[in-house]
């Protein structure tokens, strides 16, 4: 295992970083309040709304990661022509993540959700979206602008995958054979769906659901059946590595070369997974950016995770949480 003192150092490395994030950015509404009575019209809660606040989901909570860690972020993806669209970009703007990479699209909304919470409790969530593949001309515009940010001092390449119609095969293979020529790594989010798409990817990273859904497999329980998954993972995507994340049990990484690496968690208390994915492929992919090993990068992705799952809500973590952990 790595010393405290080369991941410290590691961390150090990650500001300035420049990060391209290309997937399926969104726009998370929260509407609070209190409830106190039941509706006369149906037997639902009426929410008597005090507060509403909006932050980047989807792809844009992988892009703050970064951003709070310290990276240079590239956001590609595609917008709505609405008022959604303003306030994520806004959103966006606001916590220092470059922008100017997303497509506007006046046929398909800005992809929102809307949760209504009375108290801490979440009454209802509502969306607005379109998980249609891309129009032509919005796919090719999106795979100029990522195409460009890949040739003009891009470090490292997320692709962040919620299903919205962004990650499509021609932006797949033209983007990851593009980074790969340029020695960029690429680390990858899958949608299950699309799960045997992300061949000759860096890093791909589901949990542990993600993993068995994607490989169309039930799932089982002993370390053996995992470390098989893990393999046939390798074989199926050609990728040089896979980090199953697996909750309470930790990370599991597999590289073609060598044994899989059991990693325990080190979270001390969980009080919310909100999110957790996100940190793990953001950590993850600043250490492959600042030339960590495949190992140093999962430890401390490992424990950036532990830090927000600590904490309510979708959280990111910052480098000075990060390093008190390491050093603990």
């Not at 006369?40 to 509403?52: C, F, G, I, L, N």
């Not at 607005?128 to 940010?149: F, H, M, Q, V, Y």
């Not at 049990?249 to 996100?278: C, N, R, W, Y």
């Amino acid at each position: 295992m790595a010393k405290p003192e080369r991941l410290l150092q590691l961390l150090s490395a990650f500001k300035g970083k420049r990060i391209v994030v290309a997937g399926d950015f969104m726009l998370d509404l929260y509407l609070r309040g209190s409830a106190s009575r039941l509706s006369p019209e149906a037997p639902v809660p009426v929410v008597h709304v005090a507060s509403e606040s909006v932050v980047p989901g989807g792809a844009g909570n992988v892009a703050v990661n970064l951003a709070v860690l310290g990276a240079d972020v590239r956001a590609i993806g595609i917008l709505g022509r609405d008022e959604a669209a303003r306030r994520l970009l806004g959103a966006l703007e606001e916590r220092g993540v470059d922008a100017n990479g997303l497509v506007e699209d006046g046929a398909r909304p800005t992809s929102q959700k809307c949760r209504i919470l009375a108290e801490h409790q979440q009454v209802v969530r509502f969306d607005r979206e379109s998980s249609d593949p891309l129009g032509a001309k919005a796919e090719r515009r999106i795979l100029e602008n990522l195409l460009r940010e890949l040739s003009d001092g891009a470090q490292a390449l997320v692709l962040s995958d919620y299903g919205k119609g962004v990650i499509g095969p021609r932006l797949l293979r033209e983007a990851i054979s593009r980074a790969n020529k340029r020695g960029i790594p690429v680390t990858a989010d899958p949608k299950v769906e699309h799960f045997k798409r992300y061949r000759g990817v860096t890093c791909i990273t589901p949990n542990l659901q993600e993993a068995w859904g994607g490989m169309n497999r039930h799932p089982k329980a002993s370390l053996g059946d995992l470390e098989r998954l893990g393999r046939d993972i390798l074989k199926t995507l050609r990728a040089r590595s896979v980090l199953i994340t697996r909750g309470a049990q930790g990370m599991s990484l597999f590289k073609s070369d060598a044994p899989p690496v059991h990693i325990p968690t080190v979270a001390k208390e969980v009080f919310d997974v909100t999110g957790a994915g996100d940190t793990v492929i953001s950590v993850l992919t600043l250490a492959l950016a600042s030339k960590a090993t495949l190992e140093e990068a999962s430890l401390l992705s490992n424990i950036a995770a532990g830090i927000v799952v600590g904490k309510l809500g979708t959280a990111a973590p910052e480098v000075s949480e990060i390093a008190a952990a390491i050093r603990a």
